[in-house]
């Protein structure tokens, strides 16, 4: 190749000088003639071995340059066939190594599926045996081993359930009592048992004579009028009305301190008096029934259910202010409902009508606390609160927790010490059995029927024109036996069957 590349120079160099010298020649014939021949040629040989010997100068630079670079292809091509002979070698060497690892785990694979092959022979034996030795079979053994392992397990379980149980009860019970007491705490109230007597107050003894009126006719007419028993006694500046039933002793207190008031005190002044104490004493009703709603914050209460949650005012539980009674169950529901995380509202409108079923107990057949589920179905309220009104007594059983908070409201504000009188519950159910039972015979026939001197006489105030005179001592005779046969009471029970005639009219 180097040669090539000489060659080639001295043939250019060859021909750059032939053709050098015919143009100086042809130069030199135009511009001086007077230089020979000769010297033209000897000038031209001198100026081609210059060039030649340049030519020649750079043609062996180059080859040199050739050479030097030829040389370090070569060196370089020489260094990659050795790493391809080392690469070539390791890969060789990786293969053989390989390739024994394959054997050798090949190998390791035969034994093993061999000494699997052993251990089940020597297991089928070991089987054989077994079962030789237990006289059970594989599956009989099997389902031996799986029953005792079941009742370990049971007995396992139920011994930690027991433990479980044990621990969350005394925890519960711990909390519980934490929760109850500091609820008691929060609603702390005072207890004033109602009685069955109100005094009225008296600015002049002589007032008494006029109370009682000629031959006792003012009195008789104010005792017929609101059905409680006046009691005009030694008692120096004072009467008393007597009556199982808080809202007629309440009309009969306001209508005697307003007769009193007024001095006028005839037949007409009182049923006038009657009826403005009965206006009055409906307006409280409905002031109590908002006391009562706020209490619950229940602002959109329908007024029939308004007005029937305010005579609670007027009604008792063993002796205990049934609104009293409302406002301290409302208090403790909602406290245990916040405690227990527990929906408040329910649980407050729940508290407030759980026990409105009393105040139509004298009206209607049935406990208390399913009266007052019927209630909450007629005015349309919500099942889940209709069950925590029916369930505090839990002969319905509770759906909910808000249920139950209710039914240990219920029973705190009760179990107070003080806050119930038994025996004052008994004598009202006593008194007021004699009045059903006077009630149930007479039926239509009476438009009044007063149980009064604590039960020992019952008064019927008949409707004239759906009786006679006869008919009335016959009426009584039947109601003395009804109660004689249905009650139990101490002493006698005096059976009064008032019947007469009014004629009313009015000059304009």
């Avoid at 750059?16 to 020979?36: E, F, M």
């Avoid at 930690?160 to 149980?165: D, G, N, T």
Wanted: some cysteine.
């Amino acid at each position: 190749m180097a040669g090539l590349i000489i060659l080639g120079l001295v043939s250019a160099v060859s021909i750059a000088a032939s053709v050098y010298l015919y143009t100086q020649n042809t130069k030199l014939k135009s511009d001086k003639p007077d230089i020979s021949e000769e010297e033209a040629i000897k000038l031209a040989s001198d100026k081609a071995s210059k060039r030649i010997e340049d030519a020649e100068n750079e043609a062996d630079e180059i080859l040199s340059k050739a050479k030097t670079k030829a040389n370090k292809v070569t060196e370089e091509a020489n260094k990659l066939d050795a790493q391809l002979v080392e690469r070539e070698t390791n890969l060789l060497k990786r293969e053989r190594l390989i390739q024994k690892r394959v054997d050798e785990a090949n190998s390791l694979k035969e034994d093993l599926q061999q000494s699997k092959q052993n251990l089940e022979k020597i297991r089928k034996k070991l089987e054989g045996r077994l079962e030789k030795i237990s006289g059970l079979s594989k599956e009989e053994a099997k389902e031996k081993l799986m029953r005792e392992i079941e009742e370990d397990l049971k007995e396992y379980h139920a011994k930690k359930i027991r433990e479980i149980e044990k621990k969350v009860v005394e925890e519960s019970d711990e909390k519980a009592k934490e929760i109850l007491v500091e609820t008691m705490q929060k609603v702390s109230t005072d207890y004033v048992g109602e009685t069955t007597v109100a005094t009225v107050k008296l600015d002049d003894e002589k007032m008494k004579g006029r109370i009682i009126g000629r031959e006792g006719r003012n009195i008789r007419a104010f005792e017929k009028a609101t059905g409680v028993d006046v009691i005009v006694d030694e008692s120096p500046d004072a009467i008393a009305l007597s009556s199982f039933d808080p809202l007629r002793r309440e009309v009969a207190s306001i209508a005697m301190k307003k007769l009193i008031a007024d001095g006028r005190i005839h037949p007409g002044m009182i049923e006038d008096h009657v009826s403005k104490a009965k206006s009055e004493v409906a307006k409280e009703i409905k002031e109590s029934g908002q006391e009562l709603a706020e209490e619950a914050d229940w602002p959109g209460i329908d007024p029939g259910l308004l007005k029937l949650v305010g005579k609670m005012k007027y009604r008792t539980s063993y002796g205990q202010n049934l609104m009293a009674h409302t406002i301290e169950v409302i208090r403790i529901g909602a406290a245990l409902a916040q405690e227990l995380g527990a929906d408040v509202d329910l649980v407050k409108k729940a508290c407030l009508l759980h026990d409105v079923g009393k105040v139509l107990t004298h009206k209607v057949e049935g406990s208390h606390h399913h009266l007052s589920g019927e209630v909450a179905r007629k005015y349309a309220l919500p099942e889940k609160l209709i069950n925590a009104i029916e369930a505090h007594h839990l002969d319905i059983e509770p759906q909910s927790i808000e249920a139950v908070i209710v039914y240990l409201a219920d029973a705190i504000s009760g179990a107070r010490p003080g806050a119930r009188k038994d025996s004052y519950e008994s004598y009202i159910k006593r008194v007021k059995g004699i009045e059903d039972a006077a009630a149930k015979v007479a039926g239509g026939k009476a438009s009044e029927i007063y149980a009064i001197h604590a039960g020992r006489e019952v008064r019927v105030i008949v409707k004239p024109e759906m009786i006679d005179d006869d008919e009335a001592v016959v009426l009584a005779k039947k109601i003395t036996d009804e109660i004689e046969k249905s009650q139990t009471y101490p002493g006698t029970v005096q059976v009064t069957v008032v019947r007469e005639s009014r004629a009313v009219s009015v000059a304009k």
